[in-house]
């Protein structure tokens, strides 16, 4: 199975920020990755696939980019409803898809 | 509006079985896959099965394999997850998702709001 390794697992930022989570795969997965919003309670949204692309809806504060192995989730100016956890899915190779360990954005 | 909505869970004994429902709604179901992801309380999330469009193709994670069994009726706009064998790791939020295809769409772009399992005695 390919393991997707996210980093940080946990962090607190201000409004107003830049901030970048990081996502590695095991192996290459050339750009099948997505990645998803979940706030507490609630199920989880997708906000970018195919690495880059822009879920419809979603705010262009949101970017992501990488292949390979190596991507990153990019919010270019956090909001107040940005603070959630976030993960990354890997569907270059399954069974199984899977999924990074998740993200915890705090306020700082 | 597309809609899922899940049912069934509920507190079950070890070694019990539970039936999960999944009601689609908003869009034409028969054509896209549907998977089953799971979420352990205050853990990630975990993929556990999906099924093609016409049910002719099923993959499963290893932990459910032959204890789980996925399907889907078109004509009802319904996807299942039948859990036989059940074990207290089994204990999660379960959600069913949608993917456009099986291969190089396989990320979901809806999700119910899921429905609690939990196996304890």
């Known amino acids: 199975a390919i393991r997707m390794t996210q980093s940080p697992s946990s962090f607190s930022a201000s409004t107003g920020d830049r901030v970048t989570i990081t996502c590695r795969a095991s192996?290459?997965?050339?750009?099948?990755l997505a990645w998803y919003q979940q706030k507490p309670g609630k199920a989880p949204k997708l906000l970018i696939y195919?690495?880059?692309t822009l879920q419809s809806g979603v705010p262009s504060r949101f970017s992501g980019s990488g292949s390979g192995t190596d991507f990153t989730l990019t919010i270019s100016c956090l909001q107040s409803e940005d603070f959630a956890t976030y993960y990354c899915?890997?569907?270059?190779?399954?069974?199984?898809?899977?999924f990074g360990q998740g993200t915890r954005l705090e306020i700082k | 509006e597309v809609q899922l909505v899940e049912s069934g869970g509920g507190l079950v004994q070890p070694g019990g079985s539970l039936r999960l429902s999944c009601a689609a709604s908003g869009f034409t179901f028969s054509s896209y896959w549907m998977s089953w992801v799971r979420q352990a309380p205050g853990k990630g999330l975990e993929w556990v099965a999906n099924i093609k469009q016409d049910g002719s193709e099923k993959y499963y994670v290893d932990s459910v394999k032959g204890r789980f069994t996925i399907s889907r009726d078109n004509a009802k706009n319904s996807l299942y997850l039948q859990m036989n064998s059940l074990r207290a790791e089994d204990t999660a939020v379960y959600y069913c998702?949608?993917?456009?295809?099986?291969?190089?769409?396989?990320?979901?772009?809806?999700w119910g709001q899921g429905t609690l399992v939990t196996v304890s005695s």
């Open positions: 192996q290459g997965i050339s750009s099948y």
């Open positions: 195919a690495a880059s």
């Open positions: 998702a949608r993917s456009l295809d099986g291969n190089r769409n396989n990320y979901f772009d809806y």
């Open positions: 899915q890997q569907y270059y190779s399954y069974p199984p898809i899977t």
